[in-house]
RNA sequence: GGAACGGUGGCAGAGCGGCCUAAUGCACUUGUCUUGAAAACAAGAGGGUUAAUAGCCCCGGGGGUUCAAAUCCCCCCUGUUCCGCCA
């Protein structure tokens, strides 16, 4: 949610950062938020006046009765209970401004940042690194997707993982599935030496769902239980950024550092049929999320740090990648700047999002109200959030699959991860 | 799942319709004193809204009763203890 105070201050600078989204409604709901705001204000104004009266009236009539002047307690309270009704009316008015007003600002994106590159969808989105890695030429034994020689393999087995649970789930076995657990272990461990390690629940409230900008929007991607009204998290940014939720941190604790390996749900709808074989969609995922809470001064340069840690893996994988910056018409509505890292797949011939890095500035934590205190200043500032995904497990599996396939069939384990696979140095048909 | 009792300022804890603009203690900040500290004494100290040091709002959350609610009523959330069930 961005700062309704900039409406006020600064309404030339809100619609020309906010068109750069290259969304044309939105500069009408900059106007109307502007007009309910307004109007909140002259009601608030004189409902508070009101409240002043009976609150000075309700000191009265205490006075009036100890002193035993009944009459004239009698009438301060006809007085006041006129004024009740009144001040009942501006209330109701207020209550139903102010609920439009928060719909339309919930509605409204958080600014680009000013370097964010223009650009109307992703085919807009720049590469500012790499590819790094990249052979000129693959050979043939590592130009089969992995669909099929993990499944050759007898590493993945997903017509199983659709018998039990249906289409879009998969299935892991024997070292497939000890190579999933070895990435996420790889991954905490990797970043353990700065953020601390949190088991958060998958299964979070509504409240919690809405701090991050999850909902209202996007009910649809993440599964309802409604019998408890709980809602499974489609990523570890959610119980992560809410950690702190409420809460007035002391400036000296910042930035606040927190990873999590979570599995990762969602229901993908509208994508069905879409870059869904293998490993590539599914409903249930695993992922290490890396996450910090700063102040605004601290935001850029750990921005710069999460992809460069994110950057890290790719890189002791042994894996060709390439990192893109999102443009301002393909930026997420809550995004101020955002990062992607990509690995290039050469089974299936394509590019992969492994990783998506990026910084809230106060938007997800004006919803989540997490703020901060400044030493030795009075007051509370909203603080920024900023995450990324440290290691999104099933496209790197996939990864690993077609880029460290050996002519023989069997796949290379990169050395970092053989300490997590018992040893393992391939995977080879059983 | 059942029962009982709770949720008040950084912490502990009083208040249970109107001098509550929330006592008291501890912790905290500043000042006096001191070479410095401790102690003592004095003062101060929350959050939000607002142009405002005006007013208004915040005693778990929401609703209600009342001229007036921390205080009474209803619903919800949550904690502790006991019982039941259970990996």
Not at 6 to 14: C, H, I, N
Not at 374 to 383: H, L, N, P, S, V
Not at 417 to 429: F, N, Q, S, V
Request: charged share 25%.
């Amino acid at each position: 949610m961005i700062d309704v105070r900039l409406l006020r201050s600064d309404p030339e600078g809100v619609r020309a950062s906010l068109a750069r989204r290259g969304a044309p409604l939105l500069l009408q709901q900059i106007d109307e938020a502007t007009a309910f705001d307004a109007g909140l204000r002259d009601i608030s104004a004189e409902r508070d006046s009101l409240r002043s009266s009976i609150n000075e009236l309700s000191k009265q009539v205490a006075g009036l009765r100890r002193d035993g002047q009944d009459a004239e307690a009698e009438q301060a309270m006809t007085t006041s209970r006129s004024l009740g009704d009144t001040e009942r009316v501006l209330q109701a008015e207020f209550d139903r401004v102010n609920a439009q007003l928060r719909d339309a600002l919930l509605s409204i994106p958080n600014f680009p940042h000013v370097d964010a590159p223009d650009g109307a969808g992703d085919h807009d989105n720049p590469v500012v690194k790499g590819p790094i890695g990249l052979a000129s030429h693959f050979p043939d034994h590592q130009r089969v997707p992995h669909w099929d020689t993990a499944t050759e393999l007898g590493i993945l087995d997903n017509e199983r993982a659709t018998k039990i649970s249906g289409a879009m789930f998969t299935m892991q076995r024997g070292l497939g599935a000890t190579l999933s657990r070895a990435l996420c272990q790889f991954a905490l461990d990797q970043n353990a030496d700065a953020f601390e390690e949190i088991r958060p629940p998958s299964l979070v409230t509504t409240a919690t769902l809405t701090a991050t900008g999850h909902l209202p929007k996007f009910a649809d991607e993440a599964y309802a239980i409604e019998r408890d009204d709980l809602w499974t998290i489609p990523t570890a940014e959610v119980p992560l950024t809410s950690l702190h939720a409420g809460e007035i941190l002391d400036e000296a604790v910042l930035p606040v550092r927190l990873m999590a390996y979570t599995p990762c749900y969602r229901r993908e709808a509208g994508a069905a049929g879409r870059d869904t074989r293998g490993m590539l969609r599914s409903h249930e995922f695993d992922k290490v999320e890396i996450l910090a809470i700063s102040t605004p001064e601290q935001a850029p340069t750990l921005l710069q740090e999460l992809v460069a840690r994110a950057e890290s893996l790719m890189v002791q994988l042994e894996l060709p990648y390439r990192i893109i910056e999102i443009c301002t018409g393909d930026m997420g509505a809550s995004h101020h700047r955002s990062f992607d890292i990509e690995v290039y797949a050469p089974g299936c011939d394509a590019w992969l999002e492994v990783s998506s890095v990026s910084w809230f500035t106060d938007y997800q934590a004006r919803r989540a109200d997490i703020r901060f205190k400044r030493t030795g200043q009075k007051g509370t500032e909203i603080a920024h959030t900023l995450n990324g995904s440290a290691l999104a497990v099933p496209r790197v599996w996939a990864a690993i699959m077609e880029n460290h396939r050996q002519a023989d069939g069997s796949v290379r384990i990169p050395d970092v991860l053989r300490p997590y696979m018992r040893g393992a140095t391939e995977i080879r048909p059983r």
